[in-house]
């Protein structure tokens, strides 16, 4: 089992973390300080400096071909395996704009998958190749306000067949990336046939943003924030029309495509999890050796060595299990890979939050303020554990995989 860094790796990191550090850093702060300051007034869009600065970055990043690293197994992208790119993608993971920069940003890559899996050449021409270019965003909606969603057989947003088109009916909410103005595609599970077997049942749809019958609700917000300009959107869909071509690989094949699409996009997430722990102990370390109180360095004081020494353990032991469900999935498939993703889908998140957590601590007041990005990291690790299920369904897979070892045992 190679884990480590490839020879044809290793400069990209290189290039990435430069440019992450001394060029998409220095701006992050700035580009989400400009939020809710377009002349309209509306935080959803974006202003004439934070488009300078995104689109600069990404300029520079296309120039420099440190573009689409997660497309693997495919000749559009480097070729990297997902072992390579969880190297990468961990340095995106440190900064808040990192990963759009280099067009690795979600829920972006996950709708690509769907895309470059299972779409038709029409669907690659019109949505496939804006989105590999970094043009247009994209928005997933599966999560629903009336069903326990975490159990995705209860989606119940309705499709009903009416010739060449299908008519949906119902609300989606926390479409992540819904609220910016650049979204031109929702990617949707919906409900095709109520009696079918239950993972027979959903099939999931291409919609315009714009298409006549979708009406944005509202922004959801994360710990009392709306996440501008990017946004959870909550919307409605009334008869919205759309053609039998704008049908993903088949009737009732839903369940298909969400697992092609939810098993790369779920260990992304935990890659860039752990990058955000090492910027949260890089910074815990840089200010407990900065400063003093009772006449030592915070460094020196209670268990703080403790405390870093145990940061750094777990950090590793944690990369370790994300670069095993990389393999996994390299080697093995996604299917085989997903009691894997499912293990480092609970670990990554609850390690990276414990760190930040830590490093919030030796910051002081100021580790929960705008002056640090600390509090900003924890309400998306946070977060981050309800994405793509919650801890309890991760938790489930594991115990019943590792369950059914002994089932029928002698």
Same mark, same amino acid.
Request: proline share 4%; aromatic share 6%.
């Given at each position: 089992?190679?884990?480590?860094?490839?020879?044809?790796? *290793?400069?990209?990191?290189?290039?990435?973390?430069?440019?992450?550090?001394?060029?998409?850093?220095?701006?992050?702060?700035?580009?989400?300080?400009?939020?809710?300051?377009?002349?309209? &007034?509306?935080?959803?869009?974006?202003?004439?400096?934070?488009?300078?600065?995104?689109? @600069?970055?990404?300029?520079?990043?296309?120039? *420099?071909?440190?573009?689409?690293?997660?497309?693997?197994?495919?000749?559009? @992208?480097?070729?990297?395996?997902?072992?390579?790119?969880?190297?990468?993608?961990?340095?995106?993971?440190? $900064?808040? %704009?990192?990963?759009?920069?280099?067009?690795?940003?979600?829920?972006?890559?996950?709708?690509?998958?769907?895309?470059?899996?299972?779409?038709?050449?029409?669907?690659?021409?019109?949505?496939?190749?804006?989105?590999? !270019? &970094?043009?247009?965003?994209?928005?997933?909606?599966?999560?629903?306000?009336?069903?326990?969603?975490?159990? +995705?057989?209860?989606?119940?947003?309705?499709?009903?067949?009416?010739?060449? =088109?299908?008519?949906?009916?119902?609300?989606?909410?926390?479409?992540? &990336?819904?609220?910016?103005?650049?979204?031109?595609?929702?990617?949707?599970? +919906?409900?095709?046939?109520?009696?079918?077997?239950?993972?027979?049942?959903?099939?999931?749809?291409?919609?315009?943003?714009?298409?006549?019958?979708?009406?944005?609700?509202?922004?959801?917000?994360?710990?009392?924030?709306?996440?501008?300009?990017? @946004?959870?959107?909550?919307?409605?869909?009334?008869? $919205?029309?759309?053609?039998?071509?704008?049908?993903?690989?088949?009737?009732?094949?839903?369940? =298909?495509?969400?697992?092609?699409?939810?098993?790369?996009?779920?260990?992304?997430?935990?890659?860039? +999890? %752990?990058?955000? +722990?090492?910027?949260?102990?890089?910074?815990?370390?840089?200010?407990?050796?900065?400063?003093?109180?009772?006449?030592?360095?915070?460094?020196?004081?209670?268990?703080?060595?403790?405390?870093?020494? !145990?940061?750094?353990?777990? %950090?590793?032991?944690?990369?370790?299990?994300?670069?095993?469900?990389?393999?996994?999935?390299?080697?093995?498939?996604?299917?085989?890979?997903?009691?894997?993703?499912?293990?480092?889908? $609970?670990?990554?998140?609850?390690?990276?939050?414990?760190?930040?957590?830590?490093?919030?601590?030796?910051? &002081?007041?100021?580790?929960?303020?705008?002056?640090?990005?600390?509090?900003?990291?924890?309400?998306?690790?946070?977060?981050? *554990?309800?994405?793509?299920?919650?801890?309890?369904?991760?938790?489930?897979?594991?115990?019943?995989?590792?369950?059914?070892?002994?089932?029928?045992?002698?």
């Amino acid at each position: 089992m190679d884990l480590g860094v490839t020879d044809r790796v *290793r400069p990209l990191i290189e290039q990435v973390r430069r440019m992450v550090e001394t060029e998409i850093a220095p701006l992050d702060a700035e580009y989400h300080e400009e939020v809710g300051k377009h002349p309209s &007034g509306d935080r959803f869009l974006h202003t004439d400096r934070q488009i300078e600065i995104l689109e @600069g970055l990404k300029a520079k990043a296309k120039e *420099r071909g440190l573009w689409n690293f997660w497309l693997t197994d495919s000749e559009r @992208g480097f070729g990297l395996t997902t072992v390579e790119y969880a190297y990468l993608a961990e340095e995106m993971g440190k $900064v808040g %704009i990192a990963a759009e920069v280099f067009n690795c940003n979600a829920p972006d890559t996950g709708n690509m998958e769907v895309l470059e899996r299972y779409g038709t050449q029409a669907h690659k021409d019109l949505w496939l190749k804006p989105l590999l !270019n &970094g043009d247009i965003r994209s928005a997933y909606l599966m999560t629903e306000p009336d069903e326990a969603s975490s159990d +995705a057989t209860n989606i119940a947003l309705s499709a009903v067949k009416d010739g060449d =088109e299908w008519v949906l009916n119902g609300e989606k909410w926390w479409a992540s &990336g819904a609220g910016d103005s650049r979204c031109k595609l929702y990617i949707v599970m +919906a409900r095709t046939d109520p009696d079918a077997h239950k993972h027979s049942r959903h099939s999931m749809f291409l919609i315009p943003a714009d298409a006549d019958g979708l009406e944005v609700l509202r922004p959801m917000h994360v710990f009392n924030t709306d996440d501008a300009p990017h @946004g959870h959107m909550h919307i409605r869909f009334t008869n $919205v029309r759309v053609p039998k071509a704008d049908l993903v690989l088949g009737q009732g094949r839903g369940f =298909e495509v969400a697992q092609g699409r939810l098993g790369p996009g779920r260990i992304h997430h935990c890659m860039r +999890a %752990i990058g955000q +722990a090492e910027r949260a102990l890089e910074l815990l370390c840089k200010r407990a050796l900065s400063r003093e109180a009772f006449g030592k360095k915070l460094a020196d004081l209670g268990a703080n060595h403790d405390i870093i020494a !145990n940061a750094r353990m777990e %950090i590793e032991m944690a990369r370790l299990l994300c670069l095993k469900a990389a393999w996994m999935m390299d080697t093995q498939g996604t299917r085989a890979a997903q009691p894997w993703i499912s293990k480092i889908k $609970v670990i990554a998140p609850l390690m990276a939050l414990k760190v930040v957590d830590e490093a919030m601590q030796v910051h &002081g007041a100021a580790g929960i303020s705008q002056d640090f990005p600390l509090a900003s990291m924890w309400a998306h690790l946070r977060t981050l *554990r309800f994405a793509d299920g919650p801890d309890a369904v991760h938790r489930r897979q594991v115990a019943r995989v590792e369950l059914r070892k002994y089932t029928n045992a002698g």
